[in-house]
């Protein structure tokens, strides 16, 4: 079965840090640029983080600059977002999504357009 599936999300309280993964089964990411998105209650769905297929370029939405590091391990066919100094703000589904072209990244911008296989969420709340 093809899919993606989050998971490390949970209840945490504010400056509190959480791990999340992204693995992917019944293809590979290698050859994928991988993002981070995230959506609060009432709010449209913002890009996070996003990660180069090699994973030697990355992107971070200006809020989460310097408290979130995106990773990944193509042996495990698994990318991470580790988040840091968690903020009440923070709180939202976040999902992480495959980019629709092989081999393509940008580090300037994150586009939910350019997105097009999603996993299906990993619940985070910072709250104390």
């Known amino acids: 079965q093809v899919q993606l599936v989050e998971s490390g999300g949970g209840l945490v309280q504010p400056g509190g840090s959480l791990r999340l993964s992204c693995a992917a089964s019944?293809?590979?990411?290698?050859?994928?640029?991988i993002g981070w998105f995230r959506q609060a209650p009432g709010k449209e769905r913002e890009g996070v983080s996003s990660?180069?297929?090699?994973?030697?370029?990355?992107y971070y939405v200006d809020s989460v600059k310097g408290r979130f590091t995106v990773s990944r391990d193509n042996a495990k066919n698994t990318v991470y977002l580790q988040m840091n100094s968690l903020k009440p703000e923070d709180t939202a589904i976040y999902y992480c999504?495959?980019?629709?072209?092989?081999?393509?990244?940008?580090?300037?911008?994150?586009?939910?357009?350019?997105?097009?296989?999603w996993g299906q969420g990993t619940q985070v709340t910072v709250s104390s």
């Open positions: 999504a495959t980019h629709n072209q092989e081999f393509r990244f940008t580090a300037a911008t994150m586009r939910i357009d350019e997105y097009d296989f």
């Open positions: 990660i180069s297929y090699s994973g030697s370029s990355t």
């Open positions: 019944g293809f590979t990411l290698d050859y994928y640029a």
